[in-house]
């Protein structure tokens, strides 16, 4: 039991490359994104948070953060719709902020409806803490973001 509560510890590289992100989660369960922020502010990274789409839009104009987590089915407008209108404001593909679904619709057409809709990553709830900081990990060293 020990060795299993260790091996999820943060571990000293990643927080290092972690450290500083700033991340605009977006979830209309408050459950489900403070369990995001918990996670993710272990590692030193600084969250925003959205219950909505439309709240998300608002504070990522004025945040322009370094990574995107979003749940796609919410009431109203949902994720897809807030991935599409940060499209319309990134004029170039080096300026698309990485986006991750992460989302209870979980079939393979979710999945491609996702990247088609211009995330990068799809993620399936419940997650797992360390699959959500390995995601990150590899989204910051590809992106190389500047402290």
Not at 12 to 32: H, S, Y
Not at 127 to 135: A, D, F, G, K, R
Request: net charge negative.
């Amino acid at each position: 039991m020990m060795a299993t509560f260790q091996n999820n510890l943060p571990l000293k590289k990643d927080r290092e490359i972690l450290e500083g992100l700033q991340i605009l989660a977006v979830d209309d369960n408050e459950d489900n994104l403070l369990l995001t922020c918990v996670i993710l502010e272990d590692y030193g990274i600084k969250v925003i948070t959205a219950i909505s789409a439309s709240e998300a839009f608002e504070k990522f104009k004025q945040s322009k953060p370094d990574v995107l987590i979003c749940d796609i089915a919410m009431p109203g407008k949902d994720g897809y719709w807030l991935i599409g209108e940060i499209k319309k404001l990134e004029s170039e593909p080096s300026e698309q902020i990485p986006a991750i679904a992460l989302t209870a619709c979980a079939t393979e057409q979710d999945r491609i409806l996702c990247i088609e809709a211009g995330f990068q990553v799809h993620l399936t709830k419940p997650i797992e803490p360390s699959e959500l900081v390995q995601t990150l990990v590899s989204i910051a060293k590809s992106r190389q973001f500047s402290k």
